[in-house]
């Protein structure tokens, strides 16, 4: 299937996989530097909303054909199906191209990204935005708005598409771009992102979640928010970051242990003490993020 818009570019985008990300980096990428955008994905369904929708200037389920033509190429879909794709297209890119992604995992995609050929670069890529949802319906243009955009280039990366993500990350939205390693990225998110799902599904675990049903505050419901998972794409992301989350699980693992035995001791001083430097942590971070938002 193809549906095309009319556009007369000479540059191409190639946004693999058009779901809740790559639906809204298809749409906030529209007009950049006179690229076409082209949305790929085999879902005719998805195809069909993809061009209705006007989520790309272009939409289609030819793989090849587009990774023929593109200068640029997002991959966004779920971990293994990066993997996946690399292995079964490696041959398929333009020489010259420059190839990212937007998973939440770096290690283990860049280690896949060694099949592409010397004339291929791959730089890794996450803009830190998203939903508990997912799907292209639920794609928005403004999705990374103020969000950070990680990039992880090495020592044979071009400063030419180093620039060039830095451009497309503004155009997005994007507050800044922060460069990193693999590793140092795949710490960040396993302690930001994959421990907070962890214990959001995990409060979800109790026993008591319905008993206690209806009795919820703002706290259990923003502590839990993310608990409706998108199970296939976290139980991969989860495995393939599974050194640096459970590194990160079991420090939460002693800093809860260390309240249940001051729980246990009934020493409400030593309590008030612990809380009052957890709490003094969290007002210094606040006031760290809105030093840095002025």
């Known amino acids: 299937m193809q549906k095309e818009r009319m556009v007369d570019v000479?540059?191409?985008?190639?946004?693999?996989?058009?779901?809740?990300?790559?639906?809204?980096i298809a749409m906030a990428l529209q007009g950049f530097e006179g690229y076409e955008v082209v949305g790929v994905d085999v879902s005719q369904p998805t195809l069909r909303y993809a061009a209705e929708h006007h989520v790309a200037d272009r939409v289609t389920d030819d793989a090849k054909q587009a990774l023929a033509q593109a200068d640029v190429v997002f991959l966004c879909l779920h971990p293994q199906g990066i993997v996946d794709f690399l292995v079964r297209h490696k041959d398929d890119f333009r020489s010259g191209a420059l190839v990212t992604?937007?998973?939440?995992?770096?290690?283990?995609?860049?280690?896949?990204?060694?099949v592409?050929?010397?004339?291929?670069?791959?730089?890794g890529g996450h803009p830190m935005a998203g939903t508990e949802f997912s799907g292209v319906q639920n794609a928005l243009k403004d999705m990374f708005r103020g969000a950070h955009y990680i990039i992880v280039p090495?020592?044979?990366?071009?400063?030419?598409?180093?620039?060039?993500?830095?451009?497309?990350?503004?155009?997005v939205g994007c507050r800044d771009v922060v460069k990193t390693t693999a590793?140092?990225?795949?710490?960040?998110?396993?302690?930001?992102?994959?421990?907070?799902?962890?214990?959001?599904?995990?409060?979800?675990d109790?026993?008591?979640?319905?008993?206690?049903?209806?009795?919820?505050?703002d706290s259990f419901r923003g502590c839990t928010r993310v608990a409706a998972l998108d199970v296939p794409l976290w139980t991969q992301l989860f495995s393939l970051n599974a050194p640096q989350l459970d590194e990160a699980l079991e420090r939460l693992e002693r800093n809860i242990s260390e309240y249940r035995r001051v729980l246990r001791s009934g020493d409400r001083k030593a309590l008030a003490q612990k809380?009052?430097?957890?709490?003094?942590?969290?007002?210094?971070?606040?006031?760290?993020e809105q030093g840095c938002r002025e």
């Open 206 to 217: 109790d026993p008591k979640l319905f008993e206690f049903m209806g009795f919820e505050g």
């Open 116 to 123: 592409l050929p010397p004339d291929v670069e791959f730089i």
């Open 275 to 288: 809380l009052e430097w957890s709490a003094a942590r969290k007002r210094k971070m606040n006031r760290c």
């Open 183 to 204: 590793q140092q990225h795949d710490a960040i998110i396993a302690y930001t992102s994959q421990m907070m799902h962890v214990i959001a599904v995990s409060v979800c």
């Open 154 to 171: 090495n020592e044979e990366s071009s400063p030419e598409h180093v620039a060039l993500l830095e451009r497309m990350a503004a155009y």
């Open 101 to 114: 992604d937007v998973c939440g995992v770096k290690t283990a995609i860049a280690e896949a990204a060694r």
């Open 10 to 24: 000479s540059k191409s985008i190639a946004i693999v996989g058009l779901g809740l990300i790559g639906g809204s």
